[in-house]
């Protein structure tokens, strides 16, 4: 059992901060490189899951020449167990708007795009309304930025940053093939910077506050907070904003119902940790030293000792198989294969050793899917078949 | 010029006539109509001078752009994990007992169409559905059917 209890909580997204317009005008004041600067040495990483420093991605945009370049704030938020997009869209979406605007200054740019998730259409109304607002401050301090949102029809996919951009051409949300990444050939074949909502959220933090506010913030590699949906088997779903590094033993002990099973960490593309691996497990980006280090876009899912692991991962393969785009062979033909061979094993239509086969099945999709969905299923899959294969059989 | 047509043209005004007006203009005739009718499609490939396979390719890949026709009122339980642990079935069942339609159909008056989606984002307020951009969560049978009467009158 814990013993000294660790969780750090934080609260810098959804303070309520009304001073956004002498933000923006303090930070068209400073030159681009020191705010790329200021961004690196915060270390802030990308907080839609996969954790490319932000900094870095602004950098390498700003230091192109094209006629053209854009910004876009990644809304389409998907994955099974976050929600925490819409929130920040919801009750402090000037930040997001600004943190938009320093980065088109930064790179070069006059033309945001909010990505928003055809699930979230409610969201529109309200968001036009700050943009309007928003639009109307830049131009009074003579800074030309336009945002517009674009709706997104429910794709999973589309939360890819390439498909994302294939859906804003019109096109079918298919991933294109990186190289080249978005920061040289994005929307249109455009430069462009591509951040998740939260991540700008922070963005807005550190630009008020400094660097080193945000960087003491946090262990090793894993600086700053973060957003945790928390959801599932828990007394009190909802959002909460952490020091990342924490270990996940102390996060069962809050918001566990003293019977947890299993976590999810990451949604249904991240991994699955059983009881008996909480107390070496901690949350944050790789390469820390002890232990394992799961990195997270925030999804948090509970499981307590009433709830079957095969119902679980069956849920998560029928969630993949329908989100799978069908362009590549390894997971439009994975996700099917992996959701039939495990019905049958469970109806005892084929023995337990075929487990082993669709893990190998899966550990080929990782090596060969062209995106991130398809790579990722071997994720979850293997974290539930190896941790609780009696439970996949029987 | 038929309504479809008009509407098509107005939108094409409104969002342009290049490839990237698609998928607005598909979500604004689904908006209208709830739906995208071979003809609309049709109709969208001339306007904005593409072939219409490309249009019917970029609209079945999106499930939010319906190609069959739905009812006016479409709801959208989330079948996703913490939604299917916290109750989803229940939920359903209500749904179909009030309506005596199954997941996928539409009622014969062409009021309300029923249909399963993927993850809402709603997961700490589980069960969650949406009916047309309207959401509603923590559902139990009991709200089901106070919510769903109120749309019988609407």
């Known amino acids: 059992m814990a013993t000294t209890y660790q969780l750090k909580r934080a609260d810098f997204v959804f303070k309520n901060e009304n001073d956004w317009e002498q933000v923006l005008s303090s930070i068209i004041r400073r030159s681009p490189q020191e705010l790329i600067n200021e961004l690196i040495s915060s270390e802030l990483k990308g907080r839609g899951g996969a954790g490319f420093p932000t900094g870095l991605k602004w950098k ?62 409610f969201l529109e109304p309200e968001l036009l309304k700050v943009i309007d607002e928003f639009e109307y401050f830049c131009k009074e301090i003579n800074l030309d930025f336009k945002v517009k949102i674009f709706m997104g029809s429910g794709a999973y996919i589309c939360g890819e940053e390439t498909a ?38 922070h963005a807005f933090t550190i630009f008020k506050y400094g660097a080193k506010k945000f960087y003491d913030l946090g262990v090793q590699y894993s600086r700053g907070t973060k957003l945790f949906s928390v959801s599932g088997d828990t007394p009190k779903p909802g959002i909460y904003e952490l020091e990342l590094g924490m270990s996940l ?41 002890t232990g394992i280090s799961l990195p ?12 079957s692991m095969f119902n679980v991962l069956d849920n998560y393969l029928e969630f993949f198989r329908e989100e799978s785009c069908g362009q590549c062979t390894p997971c439009r033909v994975g996700c099917q294969q992996l959701l039939i061979g495990i019905k049958a094993v469970k109806r005892g239509e084929r023995p337990a050793t075929y487990l082993d086969k669709l893990l190998r099945l899966t550990e080929t999709m990782q090596y060969t899917a062209k995106c991130g969905l398809g790579q990722s299923v071997a994720n979850s899959f293997s974290s539930i078949v190896e941790n609780f294969r009696e439970e996949m059989i029987y | 010029m038929s309504p479809i047509q008009s509407l098509i043209k107005d939108l094409a ?97 062409g009021r309300f169409s029923l249909l399963e ?12 559905m949406l009916i047309n951009n309207e959401v509603y969560t923590d559902l139990t049978p009991e709200k089901i059917r106070e919510i769903i009467s109120d749309y019988m009158t609407k």
């Open chain 1, 164 to 201: 994302l951009f294939e859906s804003m051409e019109g096109k079918r949300g298919e991933p294109r093939n990186k190289p080249p990444y978005p920061s040289t050939f994005g929307y249109m074949g455009k430069p462009t910077v591509i951040n998740n909502v939260e991540t700008l959220a």
């Open chain 2, 117 to 128: 989606t993927n993850c809402l984002g709603l997961c700490h307020k589980a069960p969650a």
């Open chain 1, 296 to 307: 997270t876009g925030g999804s948090m899912m509970l499981f307590n000792s009433s709830r």
């Open chain 2, 13 to 109: 005004d409104q969002y342009g006539r290049k490839r990237e007006s698609l998928l607005p203009i598909l979500q604004g005739v689904v908006e209208q109509e709830k739906y995208l009718s071979e003809y609309s499609m049709v109709e969208i490939a001339r306007e904005i001078d593409i072939p219409a396979a490309e249009v019917y390719g970029t609209a079945t890949f999106y499930s939010f752009l319906e190609v069959k026709k739905m009812g006016r009122f479409i709801i959208r339980v989330c079948k996703t994990i913490t939604c299917s642990m916290k109750g989803k079935s229940q939920v359903l069942f209500a749904i179909q007992d009030m309506l005596k339609i199954k997941i996928g159909e539409t009622t014969a008056d």
């Open chain 1, 249 to 289: 033993q102390d996060f069962v002990y809050e918001f566990g119902d003293g019977d947890t099973k299993a976590v999810q960490v990451g949604g249904a593309s991240g991994f699955l940790v059983p009881r008996k691996k909480f107390a070496d497990t901690a949350i944050g980006y790789q390469g820390k030293l």
């Open chain 1, 60 to 121: 390498i945009t700003s230091e192109l020449k094209a006629d053209k370049k854009y910004v876009i704030c990644n809304a389409d938020e998907g994955e099974p167990g976050t929600f925490k997009d819409r929130e920040i869209l919801q009750r402090v979406p000037y930040k997001v708007l600004t943190a938009m605007a320093a980065c088109g200054y930064v790179i070069g740019s006059n033309e945001g795009y909010i990505y928003l998730r055809g699930e979230y259409k």
